[in-house]
């Protein structure tokens, strides 16, 4: 189960996809003692991986001590962040106050395109010099990288830099328009594109021998049963409100960063409580889909981007747009 807390709103990037729309720091955001609090809810509640994202979650100045006591109460951990602060100090020190993983942010093998897209000098720069710094503080990363119509074409180039730089695994996300990703949505993959891509990236997995994981693409999982490719530790698509579960900076709760849907405030009710009794998580985990979501013959293992479908529907329980697949069809282009 995998709980992520974007511990502040505050980044240093400006980034044209961010979920967030993350720069400034937001109000109320949860202090460290109310940090503490939460850690210990989610813990009970029975999470295990603790992802602390932002914003830039290297720019709250209490990171190392929320690490350190997520560390000691049995969490596992690990950071999604740009990369650009994580200088070899910084990385030696996660690691020394417990942090397990960190996912850099690399989007295009162009410098130019890269910096122009997050709106800072040298972006693409820092996050190469961040693989180069965990590699060498001993502190293991992945990388991550949005993809839609702009950068689909460096999407296997980066693969195989991930691998080539250390990289334990490329995480590759298919853009959901919320925060400012929703200035982009016509950028978003559409159906043949969506499977394209993601036929590509479970081949490659299996070429490279390297963990390769389409991310907001539950359709993976379908997929790679259609072309019986294993997808070892991945056994569900989407993820949300089900054994995902998002805390944004002010604590309010959400089934995931992509789906804006309050369903609680760790403030106002403690965390295990919203996680085991919100209607909306019940909801959820009854995967009683509708449209061709609820007509699936993969209802249990991929379950359609909930967030998605919120998005284009208003709906989170409506169906995926962008999935092809037919009941009783070969699922095939």
């Known amino acids: 189960m995998i709980a992520s807390w974007n511990v502040t709103n505050k980044c240093n990037l400006f980034c044209e996809h961010c979920y967030r729309e993350a720069g400034k720091e937001s109000e109320h955001e949860l202090t460290t003692e109310e940090g503490f609090a939460l850690l210990d809810e989610i813990a009970k509640a029975g999470f295990k991986l603790m992802v602390f994202s932002g914003g830039e979650p290297f720019m709250r100045k209490d990171i190392l001590d929320l690490t350190r006591h997520a560390a ?20 030696k020190r996660i690691k020394e106050a417990g942090g397990s993983t960190v996912a850099i942010s690399l989007h295009m093998m162009d410098k130019e395109k890269m910096d122009e897209f997050c709106r800072a000098p040298d972006t693409f720069d820092k996050s190469i010099q961040a693989m180069r710094n965990c590699e060498e503080a001993g502190l293991a990363f992945q990388v991550n990288t949005t993809v839609f119509d702009r950068n689909i074409e460096d999407v296997e180039q980066i693969c195989e830099l991930a691998k080539d730089m250390g990289a334990k ?3 590759v996300l298919f853009l959901v328009p919320t925060g400012r990703g929703e200035n982009i949505e016509e950028e978003t ?13 479970l081949k490659k997995r299996e070429e490279m021998e390297f963990d390769i994981k389409p991310t907001c693409a539950p359709q993976f999982m379908r997929i790679a049963d259609q072309l019986d490719i294993d997808t070892g530790r991945y056994t569900r698509g989407c993820l949300a409100g089900i054994s995902y579960v998002s805390i944004i900076p002010n604590g309010d709760v959400w089934p995931c960063p992509y789906l804006p849907i309050k369903v609680g405030n760790v403030r ?11 209607p909306v998580f019940q909801k959820m ?45 070969s ?3």
């Open 72 to 91: 000691s109460i049995g969490l596992r951990p690990v950071y999604g962040s740009n990369g650009t602060l994580l200088t070899l100090e910084m990385a």
């Open 169 to 171: 695994s490329h995480h």
């Open 189 to 201: 993959l559409r159906e043949v594109q969506y499977e394209r891509l993601i036929r590509k990236l």
């Open 268 to 278: 106002e009710t403690p965390f295990s409580e919203t996680w085991a009794n919100s």
């Open 285 to 329: 985990r009854s995967m009683e889909y509708t449209g061709q979501c609820g007509n699936c013959d993969y209802t249990e293992t991929c379950g359609g981007c909930r967030a998605r479908a919120y998005f284009y529907f208003d709906d989170y329980m409506a169906h995926e747009p962008w999935c092809s697949y037919k009941r009783g069809s």
């Open 331 to 333: 699922g095939h282009e």
